[in-house]
């Protein structure tokens, strides 16, 4: 057994936190829409609480050339037969993944949150560079063993990106898995907030309707700030504003109630 991944897949079945257990390459569909489809979306892990009140389905993309593969399969997998109310899906990006993919990939998180999925994105191995991502993605398990890798710090990311840290309203608020996240969500704050996007005016309707007006009411709150009375009295964030908070959307299914993720680094 060689490679990241598999490696990732055992030492996350062998070292589960208390009260969780983990499996891996588990089917997401049944099987006779598998053969229908002709592709079977599986999870590498999964991190299941004991008690069933929590289901992490967990995808590693170590070095792909198309990482947002996962995300698709995943998303139109929920289409025929959706996601649990208990279930999550996380992506974990390493460093080897090019810049535009990474990014390609977490803005498709996006799109799994307007179907109606809990899903999130988040880095692997952070404090590893692309080289040596590719290094390690080259030798055997025993050699992989050896490295120290931080197993542990893995699993805690992918459980705490996936946990709310507070809340507001209707909105879940969670610590941002990504740092583009942040950056995106508040240049929507930002750009609703220009003189232009006043109430009446053409601007503001046209936000409304895209879910920017949204987006940005729910960075403020996130920042523990509060929304100008008007949109048209703008309002300046500072550079430390900017790395710490964004906001996304999630919706559940069609049929039940509209959730929504508020996201602060």
Same mark, same amino acid.
């Given at each position: ?59 590693f993309e170590v ?54 999925? *809990? ?114 009295s703008r309002r ?7 790395? *710490? ?8 299914? *069609? ?11």
């Open positions: 057994m060689a490679g990241l991944t598999s490696f990732l897949q055992a030492e996350f079945a062998r070292q589960p936190p208390n009260e969780w257990q983990c499996r891996h390459e588990t089917p997401v569909l049944p099987a006779d829409l598998e053969r229908l489809l002709g592709y079977a979306p599986r999870a590498d892990v999964i991190l299941e609480r004991i008690d069933g009140a929590r289901r992490l389905w967990i995808e070095s792909r050339a198309d990482p947002v593969a996962n995300h698709a399969k995943f998303a139109t997998a929920h289409l025929f037969s959706q996601q649990r109310p208990t279930d999550t899906f996380i992506s974990m990006v390493s460093a080897h993944v090019v810049r535009g993919r990474r990014n390609l990939a977490s803005n498709m998180i996006y799109v799994m949150r307007a179907l109606g999925m *809990r899903a999130f994105q988040t880095t692997l191995l952070p404090h590893l560079a692309a080289a040596e991502v590719q290094r390690l993605n080259s030798i055997n398990y025993e050699a992989l063993r050896a490295e120290a890798i931080p197993v542990q710090a893995e699993i805690e990311r992918a459980i705490v990106v996936s946990e709310p840290v507070s809340g507001h309203q209707d909105q879940d608020i969670h610590l941002a898995g990504e740092p583009v996240q942040a950056l995106l969500n508040l240049r929507h704050w930002n750009d609703v907030n220009r003189p232009e996007f006043c109430r009446d005016s053409a601007h503001w309707d046209a936000a409304g309707s895209s879910g920017a007006v949204g987006w940005a009411r729910s960075a403020s709150n996130s920042a523990g700030g509060r929304m100008p009375s008007s949109p048209c300046w964030l500072n550079q430390s504003t900017y790395s *710490r908070v964004a906001y996304s959307t999630s919706s559940r299914p *069609r049929q039940g109630p509209r959730w929504r993720i508020s996201s602060a680094l």
